[in-house]
């Protein structure tokens, strides 16, 4: 069976070891077509966003520079993409247009000297403007209104950033449905391919297992692993299918 990531997974893998072998490991690599399925946004607007596109005589820059270029004319993402594509995403279905934040991922960007700041721990929206974390000396948090540039005291929602594990505020984990569901996206793991926690194997190798040994039971015992673990790896796959045909 094909793995819900399909032939453009593989051919991107090919493409990383013809490139190199070591200069991704611990960023990740995913096609628009592979961080739709994990994000639940459009292939499409993806690579609109990290690609710039052009509506008539209008010309929009993209969001950002991607992490990974392999030179090929191809749009591809690192982790950190993936998850400023997840927070991108959040803002704009809040009502904020793409033009915003690409102004305030610039802004950002010079506050904070940090090349993709939408998915670090500081950053939060209220859904009208765009807001950065702060602490100040004292301490407390300050929220800072990136276009008034002034200090702002709110509760603002966060589920942009829910289920990621961060190091030092940087995303360095993600967990898609949550760390109960153990299965977890990891740059340091397979290029970033989501993976089973407890056997630490790709899912898409446990999904594929389980449909050529016709059970998880069966499946479990080629790869020493629990089948409980070959399970989890099959319902991610199978609500990945749902996300893509809806």
Excluded: C
């Amino acid at each position: 069976m094909d793995s819900v990531f399909g032939k453009n997974q593989t051919s991107a893998r090919e493409r990383v070891a013809a490139v190199t072998s070591t200069s991704l490991v611990g960023i990740g690599l995913y096609t628009p077509s592979e961080a739709s399925r994990l994000l639940g946004v459009p292939a499409a607007k993806i690579s609109r966003w990290l690609r710039g596109h052009g509506i008539g005589e209008q010309h929009y820059d993209q969001l950002w520079q991607p992490e990974v270029d392999l030179g090929d004319g191809h749009v591809y993402l690192g982790f950190r993409d993936l998850m400023e594509v997840r927070v991108a995403s959040a803002f704009i279905e809040r009502g904020l247009s793409a033009q915003k934040v690409r102004r305030a991922t610039e802004l950002a960007r010079e506050m904070v000297v940090e090349e993709r700041p939408l998915s670090t721990a500081k950053f939060r929206t209220d859904g009208r403007s765009v807001f950065l974390q702060l602490t100040k000396e004292d301490g407390s948090d300050a929220m800072v209104d990136l276009f008034r540039q002034q200090h702002v005291f709110r509760e603002v929602i966060e589920p942009s950033l829910k289920n990621i594990e961060f190091v030092d505020g940087i995303p360095a984990k993600w967990w898609p449905n949550g760390k109960q569901a153990r299965i977890v996206v990891d740059p340091r793991r397979s290029f970033g391919q989501p993976v089973e926690s407890e056997s630490n194997i790709p899912t898409a190798v446990l999904s594929a297992a389980a449909e050529a040994e016709g059970s998880a039971e069966a499946a479990a015992k080629v790869w020493q692993v629990s089948a409980a673990a070959v399970r989890r790896a099959v319902e991610f796959h199978k609500i990945q299918t749902q996300r893509l045909a809806a």
